[in-house]
């Protein structure tokens, strides 16, 4: 999968729920979101791409990604 | 001429529910209050004769044919705007008024050909019946008439306008105000004089008419009539079925003599039309007769070879060892399919069924992917269900209608026929579109606000809305509290009443006044049921499922949600959007909406189709592409959608097609895809089938078989053989059992049948025990998620920006006479119309740039170029372009990005940085972009 575009996109998704005030809460959504939405080998390379430090990976979509477990 | 089947009864049906009764010749009839003496007769069996009386139209009395005689009163007063009595003795027959009828129809003939052995209309002409009934052969009155020898008006290519033939009833004028509501037609001069007149007197194809055939329908000769008539003959039967164009979902009666349809006409009993019709549903079907219609399987195994024709049992073979081989090589997740919301629900349940239970993974998306997805997850969201709230005929209570990103009267003409029906009657409107869309501003029409936003700025607007509304205290904070649930309310309303959503604050951004957006919010929310429409303008953008939300949370913070007038209406683009997203199209998740880790519906489908399913989701369409370039992704089955026209960046997704094994493409023609394609399935038109569609209000309604296949099965018989061939047992003998097997396995068809649809005429879902009969308007009383949820939808910016390279911002749309992508109405006389793409913009950016109209201009972003003509126009704000994307020669999608919807990967269609300069060359400009895409573009090669 292209790993920029993925960053794209998960940074889409994490600017939707950077309106919760708790950020807490809000990673907790852009996980879920990513579990409910993306296919496994699309959550595998964001996975593995915030593993090596997540480039481009906006704090709170770093921080959802990294929930994904 | 209306339909052969229909009994007219001369007036339309009276609402009353009171009931009057009154004797008519003697026998006692009892009819609603307000029912015309005209229509109570026919009610009763005896049919009035009459000219300019039809029961689409309001009672005129002009012809004076069809009087009457009433106990105590004076004169012959006429029945068709004579109301109903109780008491009334009314005599529809006597000596005097056969010689008064006798009278007004020896005029009338003495203004009318009477060679009628030779006319289209013959055997279904109101006048022929009229003089027939009172033996007249010829008239007293000699010749008279000052239309002899006119030439008839052949301009438009479906039907005729004949001024001989015309008996000025007017029927047509009323008809194209009353049901169409262009007013296109007037009756012009005196006397014998008098004639019907489109526009200013102009060729009707060059006039002011939509050529919807109203007028031709509601024509009682051979005045208007349609050019299939007379070269095919009269029809013989009719069929009832369902159009295949927008997602309005029109009735439509297929008239047809020895399988060949000699025209189409409106369902007066349709619910969704209303008995109208548009020029593409009621005319522009000749598509699926065409000579381009592939009946042949193709198979080859390059997509540079030639492609070889096959028999059905070698292509789906083919298929199904590709298919297996590589899933065996590269895993069970390296194949898909694609479902099409052309195709029919049982169709598309049948296609996300093989992709689960014979290939086992969950890699099915639909083309709604790129139109309405961020509707299903916008709405489920907010109001816990995927769709559209109301009826069409709800519109008829709205008192405030907001119409978001979307032109009716191109995209969905028949129901912004009604929408105009109903601002005629002083309804207000309020239009939120870059453009200028005919609703602001047409005859008897004019949108009390039109807020023409930049294009990517629909959040901004719509928070700007709701900031006026909440802090200027119009939310209807009881309904609210009471509906949905109280927390996410209140914390919404802290969001959106902070002064950054405020229309001062975001007018820079949006470039809409902020007094306009005050006015608006206010009319909205004070002005009585508010009731808003939103087509693609809402969700082709980066933050579509954001502003689908946000038009919900205004909705529910104004009580505008749960009864009829009110509502929140995605107007879906094609005929079964609605129903393929219902169907379980989407990769995560099964029919009804359920997604694919809940365990207990998965064990549902498990246990009926023995199988066990994959639990995790699905690539989407976009991610299959990416997919496919890595290397994981390599065999797609696609129905009836054509990627490479429709998809953004077409040159991305060439590349991706291109990297694929096999490529299957179902369709009705070689459309652009099946350049990329290894095997080529014949696709059966509406006309060819059985099954259901489902339009933009939640309406199921019948597709029935006119002709045969032409290659000889339908979609869904394809489906089903490629399942066996692929080792899974699959058996159908009818839709009807699909049918039948989906009610089983999704909640909201539970209810569904091919009988009850037979017997209802059409059912709006839910439909189960709780509302056996359907469900017109949704979330009464409570939503359907238990509480409704409010969002905070911040905006943020799409990344698509102008700048000094690309200044220019390219938004799309379509026109009324072509569709989508074209494959269809681009092999139909709606060309006539308009036969290319143009790009419209506005003068100052046209002089700045040394172009004028019909220049040929080059479209550039930063994914590709392109060529069209430049149209001049004030639609477009300064700085704003647009065009459709009708035709392949235009590519337009070559500059359209990747970006897309944060949610659910739709497309970001409506927002395109860009630059137009004037071209000399175009063909040149062309080639050069040819070349540069070189390589990795494959030519369409040669049937062997």
Not at chain 2, 390 to 413: E, L, R, W
Request: charged share 20%; glycine share 8%; aromatic share 6%.
């Amino acid at each position: 999968m292209n790993t920029q575009r993925l960053v794209a996109m998960a940074n889409d998704i994490a600017a939707f729920f950077a309106a919760d005030p708790d950020p807490a809460a809000a990673a907790e959504q852009v996980a879920t979101h990513l579990k409910k939405f993306w296919e496994p080998r699309m959550r595998e390379e964001i996975r593995r791409h915030a593993g090596a430090g997540g480039e481009g990976l906006s704090p709170l979509a770093l921080r959802g990604v990294k929930q994904l477990g | 001429m209306y339909a052969i089947d229909h009994k007219d009864l001369g007036t339309p049906a009276a609402a009353s529910a009171e009931q009057v009764t009154l004797e008519i010749d003697g026998a006692a009839v009892s009819v609603p209050a307000g029912t015309s003496l005209m229509r109570a007769a026919a009610l009763a069996g005896t049919a009035i004769p009459k000219l300019c009386a039809t029961d689409s139209l309001k009672a005129f009395g002009s012809c004076r044919l069809c009087l009457v005689e009433i106990e105590g009163r004076k004169g012959f007063p006429a029945s068709c705007t004579t109301t109903a009595a109780p008491g009334m003795k009314v005599r529809t027959q006597s000596p005097r008024l056969e010689q008064l009828r006798r009278g007004v129809v020896e005029l009338y003939v003495s203004d009318h050909p009477l060679d009628c052995d030779d006319c289209p209309a013959n055997g279904h002409c109101e006048l022929q019946d009229a003089a027939a009934t009172l033996g007249i052969t010829g008239s007293r009155y000699g010749a008279g008439a000052t239309q002899r020898g006119v030439t008839p008006d052949v301009s438009n290519p479906y039907f005729t306008f004949n001024p001989d033939l015309c008996i000025v009833c007017s029927r047509c004028v009323r008809a194209c105000d009353e049901i169409q509501g262009t007013l296109a037609l007037t009756i012009e001069g005196r006397g014998f004089g008098s004639r019907v007149s489109a526009s200013e007197h102009q060729p009707f194809l060059a006039s002011e008419c939509v050529s919807c055939g109203a007028c031709v329908e509601a024509c009682p000769t051979a005045a208007l009539t349609e050019k299939s008539l007379a070269s095919l003959g009269a029809p013989a039967e009719a069929v009832s079925t369902t159009c295949g164009y927008c997602g309005v979902g029109c009735s439509l009666k297929a008239e047809f003599r020895d399988s060949t349809v000699v025209r189409m006409v409106p369902n007066r009993a349709g619910h969704a039309n209303q008995g109208h019709a548009c020029v593409k549903g009621r005319f522009a079907y000749g598509y699926a007769t065409h000579k381009d219609r592939v009946t042949k399987p193709m198979i080859r195994e390059r997509i540079t070879d030639p492609w070889r024709e096959v028999g059905w049992d070698e292509a789906i073979g083919f298929t199904a060892r590709e298919f297996r081989r590589i899933q065996q090589q590269y895993g069970r997740n390296a194949v898909g399919g694609i479902t099409s919301s052309r195709c029919t629900n049982e169709e598309t349940f049948l296609v996300q069924k093989l992709v689960r239970a014979a290939l086992l993974t969950n890699n099915v998306d639909t083309c709604a992917r790129v139109c309405h997805s961020p509707t299903g997850y916008g709405l489920k969201h907010t109001l816990g269900e995927s769709a559209g709230t109301q009826a069409f005929t709800s519109v008829m209570k709205a008192d405030v209608v907001v119409v978001i990103g979307a032109n009716p009267t191109d995209g969905h003409p028949v129901f912004a026929s009604q929408l105009k029906r109903r601002l005629r009657q002083g309804a207000k409107l309020i239009v939120i579109d870059p453009r200028a869309i005919d609703l602001v501003r047409t005859p008897h029409v004019e949108a009390a606000a039109h807020l023409q936003l930049r294009p990517g700025t629909n959040v901004a607007v719509i928070n700007a809305l709701a900031h006026v509304v909440v802090t200027e205290g119009l939310a209807k904070d009881d309904y609210a509290l009471a509906r949905c649930e109280q927390q996410s309310y209140r914390e919404w309303k802290e969001f959106i009443s902070d002064a950054r959503h405020s229309p001062e604050a975001t007018e820079p951004v949006t470039g809409v006044p902020a007094a306009r957006v005050r006015e608006a919010a206010r009319l909205y929310a004070t002005g009585g049921n508010g009731a808003i429409y939103y087509g693609l303008g809402v969700t082709e953008h980066s933050q579509g499922t954001t502003m689908v939300m946000g038009i919900a949370n205004l909705a529910m913070a104004t009580g505008n949600l749960g009864r009829e007038g009110v509502g929140v209406n995605p107007l879906r683009g094609q005929n079964n959007v609605q129903g393929s997203c219902d169907m379980g199209s989407f990769p995560h998740e099964f029919s009804g909406y359920r997604h694919v880790s809940d365990a207990a519906a998965r064990g549902l489908f498990e246990s009926a189709w023995n199988v066990t399913l994959a639990d995790e989701p699905g690539l989407r369409i976009p991610n299959m592409f990416e997919a496919a370039l890595d290397g994981s992704f390599r065999a797609l089955y696609i129905q009836g959608e054509d990627f490479v026209q429709s998809d953004p960046n077409t040159q991305h997704v060439t590349d991706a097609l291109a990297a694929m094994e096999c490529v299957v493409v179902q369709d009705l023609f070689l459309v652009e895809t099946a350049r990329y394609a290894h095997v080529f399935l014949p696709g059966a038109s509406f006309l060819e089938k059985d099954g259901t569609f489902t339009n933009a209000e939640r309406r199921i309604s019948r597709v029935r078989k006119v002709m045969e296949p032409l290659a000889g099965l339908a979609d869904w018989e394809v489906t089903m053989r490629l399942a066996q061939a692929l080792g899974y047992p699959m058996q159908y003998s009818h839709p009807s059992e699909i049918m039948d097997e989906i009610a089983r396995l999704t909640p909201t068809f539970r209810g569904v049948s091919y009988e009850k649809l037979d017997r209802l005429g059409s059912i709006q879902w839910p439909c189960n025990d709780a509302a056996p009969e359907g469900t017109p308007t949704m979330h009464v009383g409570s939503f359907v998620r238990g509480k409704g949820k409010f969002y905070r939808t911040e905006y943020v910016a799409t990344s698509e920006r102008s700048t000094s390279r690309f200044p220019l911002l390219l938004t799309t749309g379509r026109v009324l006479f072509q569709y989508n992508v074209g494959t269809q109405t681009r092999r139909t006389k709606n060309l006539a119309w308009q036969a290319e793409d143009r790009l419209e913009i506005h003068p100052d950016d046209a002089e700045s740039r040394g172009i004028e109209d019909g220049d040929w201009v080059g479209v550039a972003s930063r994914a590709g170029e392109i060529v069209v003509r430049a149209a001049l126009t004030r639609r477009v704000a300064r700085g704003v372009v647009y065009t459709t994307f009708h035709f392949p020669e235009s590519g337009v999608n070559l500059v359209t990005t990747e970006n897309s919807d944060w949610a659910t990967n739709c497309p970001e269609y409506k927002v395109t940085a860009v630059e137009v300069v004037k071209v000399a060359q175009p063909e040149a400009w062309r080639e050069r972009t040819r070349a540069e895409r070189g390589a990795r573009v494959h030519r369409a090669a040669p049937v062997a």
